[in-house]
């Protein structure tokens, strides 16, 4: 009987540290269906928390999937592409400015058309079903634009030898089919000849 006071008096506050410390779900809802993710708030949040700054501000609200490349990745988060067609799709990020570090409660700032700093602090790898930042190769050039990996693309690591360097900052936790589904549409140029549209991303769990 002692023993089963001790589990009552511990069990709920164990539940209750664990539901604290989750991390925030993303539901992107696309023309090709619903994906959902973990961010990794915990893990590098200046890059969840610009992620989610712009998710609440509905700057992804619209905007098309730009490049998408079977084997690979899904890529997608630039205003230009609001327009499917725009030869900009793929140059674009969000305006300067500033957001709140969500773990923290710093202020972080997006400069130099809307960049964030590199987050290169945990090492998560670029495997299938990851959400990554994309950048142009220079450091600290990252800012709306990420892909869904659908392919192990661990020479993407900020940790891997070669010179492209991608923090991964979520996972898919449901929704992958749609990733594989969107990769393997026809395309001209890797840009989806019909357009798949991104209706809204809403985060939960902030």
Not at 1 to 9: C, D, P, V
Not at 177 to 206: F, L
């Amino acid at each position: 009987l002692k023993w089963t006071y001790s589990l009552a008096n511990y069990w709920f506050p164990f539940w209750f540290v664990l539901a604290a410390m989750a991390n925030p779900i993303a539901t992107m809802d696309t023309t090709m269906g619903v994906i959902k993710v973990e961010i990794y708030l915990d893990r590098v949040p200046i890059t969840a928390s610009s992620f989610i700054d712009l998710c609440q501000t509905g700057f992804y609200n619209g905007i098309h999937f730009h490049r998408v490349i079977p084997g690979f990745m899904d890529q997608f988060g630039c205003p230009h592409a609001k327009d499917p067609k725009s030869g900009r799709a793929g140059t674009g990020g969000p305006p300067d400015g500033t957001f709140k570090n969500l773990k923290t409660g710093a202020t972080e700032r997006r400069s130099n058309g809307g960049n964030i700093q590199d987050e290169n602090i945990s090492r998560d790898s670029n495997v299938k079903g990851t959400l990554s930042m994309a950048n142009t190769g220079q450091p600290n050039s990252g800012g709306s634009q990420f892909f869904l990996n659908v392919a192990d693309n661990t020479n993407l690591d900020w940790f891997s030898p070669g010179s492209s360097k991608h923090p991964v900052f979520g996972k898919v936790v449901e929704g992958y089919d749609v990733c594989v589904a969107i990769s393997k549409v026809p395309t001209s140029n890797d840009c989806p000849r019909t357009p798949i549209k991104m209706n809204s991303i809403t985060v939960s769990g902030v």
